[in-house]
């Protein structure tokens, strides 16, 4: 069983930034795959940025260049650094791990963009 719990969502304005953390009990042992996903009112939930089990990271298009995401294995953390916020960007991130096949989710936390 893995539970997430995210922080560090808030309002910012257009250009601005905010960085977003997410702790894992259970542990990061034997994740598939851990990352963001973010879902805007009557949209679909998209991929931001995610970490595979051997290290390497994948980013959704609209996202590549201005996030950036990290981990700490000794915390059992994952964080996404968000520079050059827009408007668009807003929507509710959520935190997810998949272990042996297993997708779960975090509660999610609000990010909202101003113009």
């Known amino acids: 069983q893995v539970r997430l719990v995210e922080s560090g969502g808030g309002l910012v304005q257009a250009g601005g930034t905010l960085r977003l953390s997410c702790a894992a009990s259970?542990?990061?042992?034997?994740?598939?795959?851990m990352g963001w996903y973010r879902q805007a009112p009557g949209k679909q939930r998209d991929l931001v940025a995610t970490?595979?089990?051997?290290?390497?990271?994948t980013y959704g298009d609209s996202v590549k260049g201005r996030f950036t995401i990290s981990r700490d294995n000794a915390e059992n953390t994952v964080a996404l650094q968000m520079n050059s916020l827009k408007p668009e960007d807003t929507a509710a991130y959520y935190c997810?791990?998949?272990?042996?096949?297993?997708?779960?989710w975090g509660q999610g936390t609000q990010v909202t963009v101003s113009s």
């Open positions: 970490f595979t089990s051997g290290g390497s990271t």
């Open positions: 259970g542990g990061f042992f034997r994740l598939n795959a």
């Open positions: 997810f791990a998949n272990k042996a096949g297993n997708i779960y």
